[in-house]
């Protein structure tokens, strides 16, 4: 380990289970150095297996609506108590499409559920930085970093509402990345990642055709949780000090890719 986290303090929102990119986001953080405060619903607390986590880490797991700013507030002003100050980064991997649940299609999502999209899976961004600006919470030089994916910019079939709610995931990076940079330097980005087989991710139909298709269109092949980690802790760290309102692809190369050499042979078998 490199002890890039030494003393810092951060929040990890959305940690479920094992599979979960924030459950390793959260142990990579640690183990270079941070403490850390966990956060969920307290429905995904009692269905998933984060106090197991809570437990691993030495921490707490602070049940919070991450669409509701006085519960986020709560989060804010807890883990400042627990961790001894104020807080030097947030991770944000929260996602849910009830359109995707139900198999509505694109064309025919009900709005209702649409806008819940919205708001579960970006708007909550939004809400989880406005929370720590309203409460003075974040340190300078702190750093937001949500998780994405380039449905963000290209459409892929069966990805539904949550594209457009990862597109406006990324235009609130750039808009609080502004803003909070202004006042506080504090930095604001996403990391635009791989198809990964979490348990939200599994759910979206054909998603083993997406990781296929990742997988033999980039030349560095799929980036895993593992990796996603590493990454995500240089973000989080003061070696990126200067970095903010990207969308950072972290993908093995996916995003700059037209064909690759394995995906030509394959339709030329066929």
């Known amino acids: 380990m490199y002890n890039l986290l030494k003393g810092k303090r951060g929040?990890?929102?959305?940690?479920?289970?094992?599979k979960s990119m924030a459950w390793r986001i959260a142990e990579r953080a640690v183990e270079e150095g941070a403490r850390v405060t966990?956060?969920?619903?307290?429905?995904?607390?009692?269905?998933?297996?984060v106090k197991e986590l809570a437990e691993e880490l030495g921490t707490q797991v602070i049940p919070a609506d991450a669409t509701n700013i006085e519960d986020l507030e709560n989060v804010y002003t807890q883990s400042m108590e627990l961790l001894g100050g104020k807080i030097d980064f947030v991770l944000h991997s929260i996602g849910m499409s009830m359109n995707i649940r139900k198999n509505k299609p694109y064309t025919e999502v009900g709005y209702d559920f649409y806008m819940k999209t919205l708001d579960i899976s970006a708007v909550s961004f939004h809400k989880i930085i406005q929370a720590a600006h309203n409460l003075d919470a974040m340190n300078e030089w702190g750093s937001f970093?949500?998780?994405?994916?380039?449905?963000?910019?290209?459409?892929?079939?069966?990805?539904?509402?949550m594209a457009d709610a990862k597109a406006l995931l990324e235009s609130i990076a750039r808009s609080w990345g502004y803003?909070?940079?202004?006042?506080k330097k504090v930095r604001v980005n996403?990391?635009?990642?791989?198809?990964?087989?979490?348990?939200?991710?599994?759910?979206?139909?054909?998603?083993?055709v997406f990781f296929e298709y990742a997988e033999k269109m980039s030349p560095l092949g799929n980036a895993d949780s593992n990796e996603l980690a590493d990454?995500?802790?240089?973000?989080?760290?003061?070696?990126?000090?200067?970095?903010?309102?990207?969308?950072?692809?972290?993908?093995?190369g996916f995003s700059s890719m037209g064909m690759s050499e394995e995906l030509m042979k394959q339709f030329l078998k066929k």
């Open 11 to 18: 929040i990890i929102f959305g940690a479920l289970d094992k």
């Open 38 to 49: 966990l956060s969920n619903t307290a429905m995904a607390i009692r269905f998933g297996n």
């Open 145 to 161: 970093v949500a998780i994405t994916y380039i449905a963000a910019q290209r459409t892929f079939d069966k990805y539904n509402d």
């Open 179 to 183: 803003y909070y940079g202004k006042e």
């Open 190 to 208: 996403t990391v635009s990642q791989s198809p990964t087989p979490t348990t939200a991710g599994q759910g979206i139909e054909g998603f083993n």
């Open 231 to 252: 990454y995500v802790v240089t973000l989080f760290s003061d070696l990126t000090r200067k970095v903010t309102m990207q969308n950072l692809f972290h993908d093995g």
